[in-house]
């Protein structure tokens, strides 16, 4: 049986999100699409409450997360609080389904189709419950010409269930792009690099984290040669090589030590910076660490981490970051938000500050910034945080030309 250990991470997953009204069949097209009962059904509206998550494979695409939500028609006070949250999901899936049970098409479905249409997210339209009604050729070929593929499904009768799922497979290979690997192209075969990654208590037991591991399984791929060391083995290490290392990616919280042992012209990186190119928008997070330089006591500041751990004594985001700002620019007023959690209102801070976000999608991470600079909030992530803070943020952004050329101008024109 895979432990938890042997999964591929939720981030690596292409999302799926079920939007609909409550009672529409989400929870039953899920099941039927796993082949088991992994989503609680009843014939009581409003059974699902908040988005859950259902990990699973979906051959031939692999590890997959589907997403089940609350019915976008839901009422009251705490209704409406569920709809805001399932529609703040939307903003973040690689394809939405619709779910219409045929005949009852309307305004709830057109809003959803407007949303996924502005956020640029591919999308499926499915009438269920079909064995019950039929929905009209008129109205699905209206569909079809607006662009949607349209599936008839009865999850009940588990009719239609292919389709569905030959459309999604379809749908991942023409409209989804791929992540783009951590490392890009930074490294070939042959080459050697040296990955510097700190024990520290944020360091899972027994294990690194995820972003040194997929390093280390990027480079291996590649055929490069890779040397992972610990912060306190650096010049042994560099002494003992024939050849310098092509490459030396490190933890950004010992940036400032490796820089400093490391002779140029050895180009260096951190794996948050790499994760900056890979998970979101390296050019924008330089620019937004251009924000930073503008900060003064009383500002205020967002840190924003997808993961939701326990608070560590040493805390990367809410403990060192929080630190090193007010060492740099006085009181500052910091707020943390933690997990899937984000505000709707970015206005009143000054600068974002999100982590490497290795436990979520890019397409997630694109939304949170895409919400930062439709307010005009600059963002920047941590590791380019950190590096500027240690002031060598040039240094760590050489591998990355026009990422450090888009930093330049931003200071020059702030």
């Known amino acids: 049986m895979a432990t938890s250990r042997m999964e591929t991470p939720k981030g690596l ?14 929870s039953s097209l899920i099941n039927a699409l796993a082949n088991q009962n992994i989503s609680i059904v009843s014939s009581v509206a409003g059974t699902t409450t908040d988005p859950v998550e259902k990990a699973f494979e979906l ?43 045929a005949g009852t098409w309307g305004s709830h479905e057109e809003n959803i189709l407007k949303k996924t249409l502005n956020n640029g997210t591919p999308t499926i339209v499915v009438f269920n419950k079909t064995d019950l009604c039929k929905p009209t050729k008129e109205h699905e ?29 379809q749908t991942v290979l023409e409209k989804t792009e791929p992540d783009r690997p951590l490392m890009g192209e930074l490294a070939k075969a042959g080459d050697t690099v040296l990955l510097v990654t700190p024990i520290d208590t944020g360091a899972p037991k027994g294990r690194l984290i995820l972003p040194q591991v997929q390093a280390i399984r990027e480079l291996l791929d590649a055929g490069a040669k890779c040397f992972v ?13 024939k050849q310098p290392p092509q490459l030396v990616v490190t933890d950004s919280q010992v940036v400032l030590r490796v820089v400093k042992e490391v002779p140029e012209p050895i180009p260096v990186t951190t794996f948050s910076i790499q994760m900056a190119y890979s998970k979101s928008d390296l050019l924008e997070m330089a620019i937004g660490a251009a924000a930073l330089t503008k900060l ?40 943390i938000a933690v997990g899937k959690d984000f505000p ?65 101008h931003a200071l020059k024109t702030l």
């Open 229 to 241: 060391i610990k912060e306190d083995r650096i010049t042994e290490t560099l002494n003992e090589l």
């Open 296 to 335: 003064k006591p009383g500002d205020k500041v967002l840190i924003a981490e997808t993961c939701s751990h326990h608070p560590l004594k040493d805390d990367i985001g809410r403990v060192k970051i929080p630190n090193w700002l007010r060492k740099t620019f006085g009181d500052l007023n910091i707020d």
């Open 344 to 408: 709707t209102d970015l206005t009143p801070y000054k600068v974002i500050i999100q982590c490497g976000g290795c436990i979520v999608t890019r397409r997630h991470m694109l939304a949170r910034l895409r919400q930062a600079k439709a307010q005009g909030v600059p963002m920047t992530n941590y590791g380019v945080t950190i590096s500027y803070l240690q002031g060598v943020l040039p240094r760590v952004l050489a591998c990355h030309p026009d990422a450090k050329a888009a930093f330049d």
């Open 59 to 101: 051959s031939p695409i692999g590890p997959v997360v589907f997403m089940d939500t609350a019915g976008i028609d839901d009422e009251g006070d705490l209704g409406l609080a569920r709809v805001e949250k399932s529609l703040s999901v939307l903003e973040w899936m690689d394809i939405a389904i619709v779910v219409c049970e």
């Open 13 to 26: 997953r292409l999302h799926f999100g079920l939007f609909g009204k409550r009672n529409a069949g989400k």
């Open 141 to 169: 070929q209206a569909l079809r010409s607006r662009g949607y593929k349209v599936i008839e499904t009865s999850a009940a009768n588990r009719e239609g269930i292919s389709d569905l799922r030959d459309a999604i497979i």
